[in-house]
């Protein structure tokens, strides 16, 4: 029998997923548009960054798959301060600036960061008020 707990985790898991696809989709595309150095950091400290994002990120989907109310306030937190971030410092950008980066995709890639972020962050802040 299906609970509404698990409906819950069901698409708190899919949004979280899609977040994870989009996130390391973008920061493939920032690193081929240099976007290291924009924040003067070498390439080797760049790659660093990325793979603890990525740990974290995947490491937070696992607790939450498994129910842990912590993974979903850790899934909220990265997922409201990722998209606050990404549309703090791309938004911006892509207003003042037609074609941005790579065009339609650099663009598709930067909403899809910010919207399945907000969308994780509120799922997540939803599910980890409810009993497993």
Do not use: N
């Not at 899609?18 to 240099?34: E, V």
């Not at 960054?49 to 696992?62: E, N, R």
């Not at 990265?78 to 980066?101: N, T, V």
């Amino acid at each position: 029998m299906t609970t509404h707990a698990d409906t819950s985790r069901g698409r708190l898991l899919v949004a979280a997923c899609l977040f994870a696809g989009f996130a390391s989709a973008h920061l493939i595309d920032g690193f081929l548009w240099d976007a290291p150095a924009e924040f003067h950091l070498s390439v080797p400290a760049s790659l660093l960054l990325a793979f603890v994002f990525m740990a974290a990120l995947t490491g937070l989907i696992a607790l939450a798959a498994r129910g842990s109310r912590r993974a979903y306030v850790g899934l909220a937190v990265i997922g409201f301060l990722i998209a606050l971030a990404d549309l703090a410092k791309h938004g911006p950008e892509m207003m003042a600036q037609m074609p941005w980066r790579s065009g339609a995709i650099s663009v598709v890639l930067s909403l899809g960061v910010t919207l399945s972020g907000l969308l994780t962050g509120w799922l997540a802040w939803v599910a980890r008020g409810k009993p497993v």
